[in-house]
């Protein structure tokens, strides 16, 4: 009761805010131009409020006919005077009908916006109605299934709209389908009618909600549903293998009742939305779409056989859990702004780990954050292209450009910190604040910033500075005194990596080494330097891990005699850290070099057993052994690796280690009997002993041993195994990019100029990664320049993650000065290129830069 009370207050004062601000009519109309401006967004937040849509949809049964649609939008106009901007990014002859209070008007169309005269609009309710065709972009139109991603700004490709996140809306759906089809939205179902083979499915409004949360699908999905925090829950679906299908629907929907559960405990706000429903998507191009009502997942990653290994499992449940975590930070309060899209995506995150942290225990929590994070959020803030957390946004056409693995993991390791700073009772009572106050509203970042602040024992105005509006990371010294034995003084030191001066403050542990215990420190860096007063008058230890708690953020010094002295470091978030922190300084040139690290890497193979560590150090030791040797060099190397990895994987004692261990085998091969064993395995479906493989892991294999060995039969037997017509198709298009023949290659890069060739954008970058494997580098280098000039369009038609991904799976494997001369002549000749598509650039090539220095010939 008091929830409601405090709410209608709030919303009460909400309602009032546009009357306040026009004592002083300050109202100033902006321009027409593409996308959707900030000046836009604003002009329109001050004079529009009670939004409603009304939109019906006719998809007909083939995809190359035109959706029909119909669009009736009412909304209240606090100032009248000024003609109103609609968003839709389309053709002109797409708009067949507009009326305005019941009039017709002429359509008037500029730079993706309908332009609604002054004269027909009046101050008070308005009701603009239209009929249009859609435009198919965001609309994931399939033969038999099509489902709707808005995200950041495309609501307005597919419908007129005031496409920005603070003006939030209802919305009633009908849907006309064929008959067979299923279907799912944010509203409830309300009722369906047939007639003469179609379906019509109409939806009741939804709650309120920002554009790009508004969402359908349909199509020839399975349906099932169970009770999901007493709300009947529909879950959508296309897999055909039995097996997956019975190991995974009771996980899924109970993954979702452990995340609702737990959410509405730790913040006091039951499930705030009136329905849940979920849809498995094959190849979608996120992990997960928090869409209420109708969350989107990617299939692959739901359903899982006995085969999956525990990485799978726990990549499913944190993926549910960040999606449900949205529905309370990100949809129940929404960003005003993109430029603040990191607040939701760090909560959504921060709260999933929490669920794993309820369900697990602190040590394999902290295990697991410090995995999922630490090396992702390395990976960009290492570099010179490296993004600050929080950026600034002037057009939502340019929303797409924030997205990445800082605002994904350095975000997490921030508000990590700053929990660590408040305590976790003063953060919860703040959140809690913040969703009551915000809720079904929209906030920023600073309105956050300014709740925490009354809870905080600091200043967060400065700490916020350094952390989520610059760039980059500290880098950690130490240095150590010894007298008769003993410490007599430690210190720490900080400095930035690059860039100017500045300090993170910031909390880790520091954990000394003996013969037969461990003394851990808990070590608080406010300043350039900290002495480490607990260490005085403690023995010498045999060697000192920096961050063992695995909460610290930066380069951590390391003691290169570890490497010899594993064995002492029982705990597996320990050792992680120290893999992490080595793997870091050889990118730095520093302690270690790469032939040395990969030897290491390489003899952990048989003593680490714990699975997130082993999966970790196999990603490492697949990068040097590609990015870091020449392929001379790898020839000398590959024989002994190749024995050590497969001595490792027979005397791992878990099935999922030894199957991590068979996919590093997989990864690396290049000798004759590696190829005749793997051959075996795939051409007899036996895997070694120990060890349950799917039918993905045998595509994979296929796929690896076709890399080696131009073999036709192989991908032509392995595509008769494939039974699921979705996977079949994924693999059909993948298959041009491993021909042997190299037009057959040109001739499948040359297709992804044309965008429609690129709207399946996860099967696209699986052949890009193929295309541009090593072993076929010496042909795929002249797509380099190419694939940068087609980077624009790509950030106009794909999704928000594509640009980013798209220069991953093109250049994360280079090593060559020909291919970085590519990168730098690119970047000479376009001086004006946009900044944020210039760093993704840098970020995507760092390595390569890198390589120039430490390849081992």
Avoid at 242 to 262: E, G, M, P, T
Avoid at 466 to 491: A, H, M, Y
Wanted: hydrophobic share 40%; with cysteine; charged share 25%.
């Amino acid at each position: 009761m008091q929830y409601k009370s405090s709410f209608k207050l709030f919303f009460y004062f909400f309602l009032m805010i546009p009357f306040l601000s026009f004592s002083q009519d300050n109202t100033k109309e902006p321009k027409i131009d593409f996308g959707v401006s900030k000046d836009l967004a604003d002009f329109r937040s001050s004079i529009i409020n009670e939004i409603q849509y009304q939109l019906k949809f006719d998809i007909p049964d083939s995809k190359s006919q035109d959706i029909k649609a119909n669009e009736v939008l009412n909304f209240y106009l606090f100032k009248d005077g000024f003609p109103l901007q609609l968003d839709f990014k389309a053709q002109e002859n797409q708009i067949k009908k507009i009326e305005v209070n019941g009039k017709s008007v002429v359509v008037n169309y500029q730079k993706e916006h309908i332009i609604i005269p002054a004269s027909a609009l009046i101050k008070g309710k308005n009701q603009i109605q239209i009929d249009f065709i859609p435009s198919n972009s965001a609309l994931n139109r399939n033969e038999d299934y099509l489902y709707t991603l808005f995200v950041p700004d495309r609501a307005r490709t597919t419908f007129p709209c005031f496409d920005q996140p603070d003006l939030k809306a209802t919305y009633k759906l009908s849907l006309i389908i064929p008959e067979k089809w299923e279907s799912i939205s944010n509203g409830i179902l309300e009722g369906s009618i047939l007639n003469q083979g179609r379906k019509t499915c109409n939806f009741a409004p939804s709650d309120k909600i920002s554009t790009y949360l508004f969402s359908f699908t349909a199509g020839k999905f399975k349906s099932v549903n169970q009770d999901v925090n007493n709300l009947s829950t529909q879950f959508l679906y296309r897999e055909t293998d039995s097996a997956k299908i019975y190991l995974s629907i009771d996980s899924v929907f109970q993954a979702h009742r452990n995340a609702i559960d737990f959410l509405s405990k730790w913040t006091l706000i039951p499930y705030p939305f009136q329905k849940i429903g979920f849809i498995g998507i094959p190849d979608f191009q996120f992990g997960g779409m928090e869409h209420p009502g109708a969350v989107q997942y990617q299939a692959s990653t739901l359903f899982l056989d006995a085969a999956a290994t525990k990485s799978q499992f726990i990549s499913r449940a944190n993926l549910i859990s960040h999606e449900t975590a949205h529905m309370w930070f990100g949809d129940l309060v929404s960003i005003k702004w993109f430029n603040d899209v990191w607040t939701k995506e760090v909560f959504a995150n921060f709260m999933a780990d929490k669920v794993s942290e309820s369900l697990k225990g602190q040590e394999e929590f902290d295990h697991k954050f410090l995995i999922d994070h630490f090396p992702a959020a390395y990976s960009i803030d290492r570099t010179i292209g490296a993004n600050p957390i929080r950026q600034p946004l002037d057009n939502l056409n340019e929303a797409g450009s924030l997205y990445g693995n800082i605002i994904y993991h350095k975000a997490p390791i921030m508000m990590r910190q700053l929990e660590l700073l408040m305590g976790k009772e003063k953060f919860q009572m703040g959140m809690r604040e913040y969703l009551k106050k915000f809720a079904f509203s929209n906030a920023s970042w600073p309105d956050l910033i300014n709740i925490l602040n009354k809870y905080a024992p600091v200043d967060l105005l400065s700490w916020n500075k350094v952390w989520v509006d610059d760039n980059g990371r500290p880098k950690i010294s130490d240095q150590i005194e010894i007298n008769n034995g003993k410490i007599s003084r430690l210190t720490i030191s900080q400095k930035p990596e690059f860039g100017e001066d500045r300090i993170w403050p910031q909390s880790f542990k520091i954990s000394l080494f003996y013969a037969d215990h461990v003394k851990e420190l808990p070590i608080s860096l406010s300043g350039k330097m900290v002495d480490v007063k607990a260490a005085i008058g403690l023995p010498k230890p045999n060697f000192i891990i920096y961050n063992s708690g695995g909460e610290g953020y930066g380069v951590w010094p390391i003691d290169v005699s570890v490497i010899n002295q594993t064995d002492q470091i029982s705990s597996p978030l320990v050792r992680a850290s120290f893999y992490i922190s080595a793997y870091e300084n050889m990118l730095n040139q520093e302690f270690v070099k790469p032939t040395r690290l990969l030897d290491y890497f390489t003899n952990q193979l048989q003593k680490e057993t714990d699975e997130l560590n082993l999966k970790l150090l196999t990603g490492y030791i697949g990068n040097i052994f590609w990015e870091f040797n020449t392929a001379q060099a790898r020839k000398s190397l590959v024989s002994g690796l190749e024995n050590k990895v497969w001595q490792a994987l027979q005397k791992q004692d878990l099935s999922n280690n030894k199957k991590n261990l068979l996919k590093l085998y997989q990864n690396l091969f290049l000798s004759n009997e590696a190829y005749n064993k793997l051959y075996q395995i795939w051409k007899n479906q036996a895997a070694p002993d120990g060890i349950k493989l799917s039918e993905d892991d045998y595509t994979a294999l296929a796929f690896a041993l076709k890399l080696r060995k131009n073999d036709l039969n192989i991908l032509t037997e392995q595509l008769q195994r494939i039974k699921n017509p979705d996977r079949k198709k994924r693999f059909e298009f993948i298959i041009p990019a491993l021909s042997a023949d190299v037009k057959v290659r040109d001739q499948f890069f040359e297709s992804l100029v044309d965008h429609k060739n690129r709207e399946k954008e996860s099967n696209v970058l699986a052949a890009l990664n193929y295309l541009h494997h090593p072993l076929q580098q010496a042909t795929s280098v002249k797509y380099l320049k190419k694939s940068l000039d087609l980077l624009q369009d790509i950030q106009v038609t794909g999704d928000i993650f594509f640009p980013q991904s798209w220069l991953q799976a093109t250049f994360g494997d280079y090593q060559s000065l020909e291919a970085l001369k590519i990168v730098n002549e690119f970047l000479e000749n376009h001086p004006q290129y946009p900044l944020k598509l210039k760093a993704k650039i840098l970020q995507a090539t760092d390595q390569l830069k890198r390589a120039q220095k430490m390849i081992v010939d």
